[in-house]
């Protein structure tokens, strides 16, 4: 069983920047990698998402312009910069995989294997 394993996640104020990472345990490598939140009584939405193998990317409109997604091929590791950070950015974070190409790439359907989440709060 594959598993992703995240970190990063923490307590910020608006305006500071946090940067999560995703890496499988196993150093296992996927061709798409993509960064999904949950906020509290909301559903999870997608964030952004990364072609492994091309580096091509992909933004929710809310997060664009102030998140980054990006990979390191030595680390095997793929990040999620957040910049500019909002309170409404405040949820727990998912990273997500899969070597499918049966859903886009926002599409949580899409993705075979997922991380176990991590928290992002950010007060005001």
């Known amino acids: 069983q594959v598993r992703l394993v995240e970190s990063g996640g923490g307590l910020v104020q608006a305006g500071d920047s946090l940067r999560l990472s995703c890496a499988a345990a196993?150093?296992?490598?996927?061709?798409?990698y993509g960064w999904f939140r949950q906020a509290p009584g909301k559903e999870r939405e997608f964030v952004a998402a990364?072609?492994?193998?091309?580096?091509?990317?992909t933004y929710a409109d809310s997060v664009k312009g102030r998140f980054t997604v990006s990979k390191d091929n030595a680390k095997n590791t793929v990040y999620l910069q957040m910049n500019s950070l909002k309170t409404e950015d405040t949820a727990v974070y998912f990273c997500?995989?899969?070597?499918?190409?049966?859903?886009?790439?926002?599409?949580?359907?899409?993705?075979?294997?997922w991380g176990q989440g991590t928290q992002v709060t950010v007060s005001s």
């Open positions: 196993s150093g296992r490598t996927f061709r798409l």
């Open positions: 997500a995989s899969t070597s499918r190409y049966d859903y886009s790439a926002s599409d949580e359907r899409g993705y075979d294997y």
């Open positions: 990364i072609n492994y193998n091309i580096g091509g990317t």
